[in-house]
């Protein structure tokens, strides 16, 4: 123990490089055995092992350009960016980073000097650091991934569609939360400007639970509209959602409320003066065809 | 101080507001709205803020009076133009304008003024 630890730094650290050089096809192909099955079969060998080339020859540049590492950390980031992408664990992608400590192990062993082992305790706390870093990046790019996504979502879910001259529907899906409540009120209000909409139905069949934070979303919306100068219509209660409501005691006030879009769309046809009648005795053609 | 400009269409006083509103300019508003109803026997009042970006709870409280105010003269007022971005913040504010009727347009706004006195004629001569 003694002995490693008289031995100066530098030496240790040169013996890493020098066995990183000399034994670069063995650690390599070793490193790329263990980056590959800890991938599984989800990365083509070839792309994997000039990935791993190319922060191999990184690896020993900045080892040479006294320990200067942004070019590695650079790859590195590429790197975690799209496994996270492609869906891999934090864990998979770490190992790849990892793999080369064991890797270069058997080099080190093999070699047994006493350079050697102290430069690999200093050769780890290096890959380490970078093993973190890649752990890190992929942390962020992840979340960045489900921000997009967050953000698709809500763009995605809130279409305005025109039902008639006049009048417009919000048919709503999914849990509503105050940020997707206010990209739906801004959206309906927006389009009421657009459109000159004087009527607006607003559909929550898709919204499967009503709480009184949702129904005051609700309220509003309704209210907005109103200081606008057009009416909203709330269609699509569910019985148990009704039943939620009274329950919770929320009070609609003089707000319509009706229980299916078809009854809504009634409604506010008949408001904006659109008078509609079921033609009698509607027939079904019958024609026989006689040979 | 800047007055905002009362104009009159028919039986219609239409006051379009494009200014920042000053309480004092607010106050005169008021006082010239009512003189002009009694002097021109107007029914209906139309206010267009579509100009209008910013409002307070200031402003909401204007609205109301104004509305009060024509009321009490035989005058029905409607609020008309109102942005979406306005219209949310009041919201938020808590004002709904209640008694203030309101309109997408001008157009429509005086729409809504033939309707109502339709409605009113209809109900006198039953």
């Given at each position: 123990?003694?002995?490693?630890?008289?031995?100066?730094?530098?030496?240790?650290?040169?013996?890493?490089?020098?066995?990183?050089?000399?034994?670069?096809?063995?650690?390599?192909?070793?490193?790329?055995?263990?980056?590959?099955?800890?991938?599984?079969?989800?990365?083509?060998?070839?792309?994997?092992?000039?990935?791993?080339?190319?922060?191999?020859?990184?690896?020993?540049?900045?080892?040479?350009?006294?320990?200067?590492?942004?070019?590695?950390?650079?790859?590195?980031?590429?790197?975690?960016?799209?496994?996270?992408?492609?869906?891999?664990?934090?864990?998979?992608?770490?190992?790849?980073?990892?793999?080369?400590?064991?890797?270069?192990?058997?080099?080190?062993?093999?070699?047994?000097?006493?350079?050697?082992?102290?430069?690999?305790?200093?050769?780890?706390?290096?890959?380490?650091?970078?093993?973190?870093?890649?752990?890190?990046?992929?942390?962020?790019?992840?979340?960045?991934?489900?921000?997009?996504?967050?953000?698709?979502?809500?763009?995605?879910?809130?279409?305005?569609?025109?039902?008639?001259?006049?009048?417009?529907?919000?048919?709503?899906?999914?849990?509503?939360?105050?940020?997707?409540?206010?990209?739906?009120?801004?959206?309906?209000?927006?389009?009421?400007?657009?459109?000159?909409?004087?009527?607006?139905?607003?559909?929550?069949?898709?919204?499967?639970?009503?709480?009184?934070?949702?129904?005051?979303?609700?309220?509003?919306?309704?209210?907005?509209?109103?200081?606008?100068?057009?009416?909203c219509v709330i269609s699509g209660i569910r019985p148990q959602i009704a039943h939620t409501i009274?329950?919770?005691?929320?009070?609609?006030?003089?707000?319509?409320?009706?229980?299916?879009?078809?009854?809504?769309?009634?409604?506010?046809?008949?408001?904006?003066?659109?008078?509609?009648?079921?033609?009698?005795?509607?027939?079904?053609?019958?024609?026989?065809?006689?040979? | 101080?800047?007055?905002?400009?009362?104009?009159?269409?028919?039986?219609?006083?239409?006051?379009?507001?494009?200014?920042?509103?000053?309480?004092?300019?607010?106050?005169?508003?008021?006082?010239?709205?009512?003189?002009?109803?009694?002097?021109?026997?107007?029914?209906?009042?139309?206010?267009?803020?579509?100009?209008?970006?910013?409002?307070?709870?200031?402003?909401?409280?204007?609205?109301?009076?104004?509305?009060?105010?024509?009321?009490?003269?035989?005058?029905?007022?409607?609020?008309?133009?109102?942005?979406?971005?306005?219209?949310?913040?009041?919201?938020?504010?808590?004002?709904?304008?209640?008694?203030?009727?309101?309109?997408?347009?001008?157009?429509?706004?005086?729409?809504?003024?033939?309707?109502?006195?339709?409605?009113?004629?209809?109900?006198?001569?039953?």
């Open positions: 123990m003694g002995v490693i630890l008289s031995i100066p730094a530098d030496a240790g650290r040169r013996r890493i490089e020098e066995l990183l050089q000399e034994n670069e096809d063995r650690v390599f192909k070793r490193w790329l055995e263990i980056a590959g099955s800890a991938s599984g079969g989800q990365v083509d060998r070839s792309s994997l092992a000039s990935q791993l080339r190319e922060l191999y020859q990184a690896l020993r540049q900045s080892f040479g350009d006294s320990g200067d590492l942004s070019d590695l950390r650079g790859l590195l980031a590429e790197l975690s960016r799209t496994r996270a992408r492609q869906g891999f664990t934090s864990t998979e992608t770490a190992i790849v980073v990892f793999g080369l400590k064991e890797a270069l192990y058997e080099s080190v062993e093999d070699d047994a000097s006493p350079e050697a082992l102290r430069g690999f305790i200093w050769f780890s706390r290096v890959i380490d650091d970078l093993g973190l870093f890649t752990v890190e990046s992929y942390a962020t790019a992840r979340e960045k991934v489900i921000l997009d996504q967050a953000e698709q979502l809500l763009e995605l879910s809130t279409p305005v569609v025109k039902l008639w001259d006049g009048i417009v529907a919000v048919p709503l899906v999914g849990t509503l939360d105050s940020a997707r409540t206010q990209v739906v009120m801004e959206k309906l209000l927006q389009i009421l400007v657009d459109t000159g909409s004087e009527h607006a139905v607003i559909d929550i069949t898709g919204v499967p639970a009503v709480d009184t934070q949702v129904a005051q979303h609700l309220l509003k919306t309704v209210v907005a509209a109103r200081l606008m100068g057009a009416e009274v329950t919770l005691g929320i009070e609609f006030g003089d707000i319509v409320t009706k229980a299916t879009l078809a009854d809504a769309l009634a409604h506010t046809l008949r408001a904006s003066g659109v008078e509609f009648t079921k033609s009698r005795g509607s027939r079904i053609a019958v024609r026989t065809v006689e040979d | 101080m800047d007055r905002v400009p009362i104009l009159k269409l028919g039986d219609i006083l239409i006051v379009s507001i494009q200014i920042d509103l000053q309480d004092q300019s607010v106050l005169a508003l008021q006082e010239d709205l009512s003189e002009q109803v009694v002097a021109t026997g107007a029914r209906g009042v139309i206010i267009d803020i579509s100009a209008v970006e910013i409002v307070d709870s200031f402003i909401g409280r204007m609205l109301a009076t104004i509305a009060g105010i024509s009321r009490m003269l035989d005058a029905e007022t409607v609020v008309v133009g109102m942005r979406p971005a306005v219209a949310i913040t009041l919201v938020e504010l808590g004002l709904s304008l209640g008694g203030v009727r309101t309109a997408l347009n001008l157009e429509k706004g005086v729409a809504l003024l033939n309707h109502i006195e339709s409605v009113q004629i209809a109900s006198a001569t039953r």
